[in-house]
């Protein structure tokens, strides 16, 4: 991918999705963005409802729809362990937000996941075979499926990044933004946000 183009990173949200999940990527990379990055971070919504609540009941306005010309494509989880009515396992039920996200991957973007958004991106073909992570408490289901489970903040399979639970998200953002970027803009963005970054990636 080509940093002196703009990239386009969108993270899409959905009713239950945990609030972390897409926030703590969203500002490491908005961040990177206002350091000089050639980034467009939005958050998005499959279809372009005007919001999604998450599952501690804030409701983020969206950015705009889902687009078919993103670079990078995130997605976060929250919902799946309790198998709640609106999360991460209601979207894998419906099915709607795995096709699209199986679309993305064909059409060339990079596709990345927090915490059960891998199961996301399970759900949607993109993990059989791959090394992949997710929260802890959805691991087995992630062995089961086929994936190679990796005890790893993130894991970084090229095409397809996943990331462990919640706060992962933003060890994710960094590693983003130092795999597009370089190390020295990740390094400069997390010592303003008085990040300490983990060294937990696992790489193709």
Known sequence: MDSSETIS????????????????????LENAADA?????????????????????????????????????????GGGWNDRAVAGAWAEVQSGDLPEAVRMAYERGAIVASVCTGGMILEAAGLLDGKRATTHQGAIEDLRESGAEAV??????????????GVTAGIDLGFWLVERLFGADLAIEIATEMEFDRSDDVVEA
Do not use: C, K, M
């Open 151 to 164: 005890d790893a903040r993130v894991v970084d399979e090229g095409d397809v990044v996943t990331a462990g």
């Open 9 to 28: 990173v969108e993270i899409v949200v959905f009713n239950g999705f945990d609030e972390l999940d897409a926030l703590g990527p969203y500002e490491v």
């Open 36 to 76: 000089g990055a050639n980034l467009d971070v939005e958050l998005v919504t499959l279809g372009g409802t005007t919001s999604a609540t998450g599952n501690h009941d804030l409701t983020i306005a969206s950015q705009g729809a889902l687009s078919d010309h993103a670079d990078v494509l995130l997605v976060p």
